[in-house]
T-cell receptor, first 114, second 113 residues
Framework: DQQVKQNSPSLSVQEGRISILNCDYT??????FLWYKKYPAEGPTFLIS?????DKNEDGRFTVFLNKSAKHLSLHIVPSQPGDSAVYFC?????????????FGDGTTLTVKP | GAGVSQSPRYKVAKRGQDVALRCDPI?????LFWYQQALGQGPEFLTY????????KSGLPSDRFFAERPEGSVSTLKIQRTQQEDSAVYLC???????????FGSGTRLTVV
């Protein structure tokens, strides 16, 4: 049973517009959430994270929102650029046992059209 | 080097062969992780080291999989008697601690024929 789900396998947006990638989780013990970006033939690259004590974290064009009651997080990219085209993975981890171990979703492929 | 280095990049093994995958983490990173990524899926946790101590190996699929990090830096993932279902990309990641984003290597793509 998948504990972290990214229900949209793909997303296509126009350059300059907002990209919104979504992620749902089921385990209430998760309290640290991360987004990674992956280009073909490379390992994932860490983008941004958020702890459960916050509901928003911003870093430049990237903002992550966390809704703990809904067990949902999202990544907003504004404005989207063609170089943002990649696979985006959502991941979750806990501070108790297994701290550091992350559970990943299956990814969403973002295509930003010029 | 500046990043996490994995070797080899590609490995083709005959079924039943033993393989060893190497990971050279970022210097000073105490945490080291191994993940397995099947095509079209997200990375799946295999095992975790803090320095030389293997703190969690709950994700290793069978006793054919073994990982070590004897001096707290370089790590090796060994797969004995490889099977076709072992075909995947094996990712190594390191981090300064347990609540930071990982730095991943580029992975080793293992194909068992």
């Amino acid at each position: 049973d998948q504990q972290v789900k990214q229900n949209s396998p793909s997303l296509s947006v126009q350059e300059g517009r907002i990209s919104i990638l979504n992620c749902d989780y089921t385990n209430s013990m998760f309290d640290y959430f991360l987004w990674y970006k992956k280009y073909p033939a490379e390992g994932p690259t860490f983008l941004i994270s958020i702890s459960s004590i916050k509901d928003k974290n911003e870093d430049g064009r990237f903002t992550v929102f966390l809704n703990k009651s809904a067990k949902h997080l999202s990544l907003h990219i504004v404005p989207s650029q063609p170089g943002d085209s990649a696979v985006y993975f959502c991941a979750a981890s806990g501070f108790e046992a297994n701290a550091g171990k992350s559970t990943f979703g299956d990814g969403t492929t973002l295509t930003v059209k010029p | 080097g500046a990043g996490v280095s994995q070797s080899p990049r590609y490995k083709v093994a005959k079924r039943g062969q033993d393989v060893a995958l190497r990971c050279d983490p970022i210097s000073g990173h105490v945490s080291l992780f191994w993940y397995q990524q099947a095509l079209g899926q997200g990375p799946e946790f295999l095992t975790y080291f803090q320095n030389e101590a293997q703190l969690d190996k709950s994700g290793l699929p069978s006793d054919r999989f073994f990982a070590e990090r004897p001096e707290g830096s370089v790590s090796t993932l060994k797969i004995q008697r490889t099977q076709q279902e072992d075909s995947a990309v094996y990712l190594c990641a390191s981090s300064p601690g347990t609540v930071y984003g990982y730095t991943f290597g580029s992975g080793t793509r293992l194909t068992v024929v």
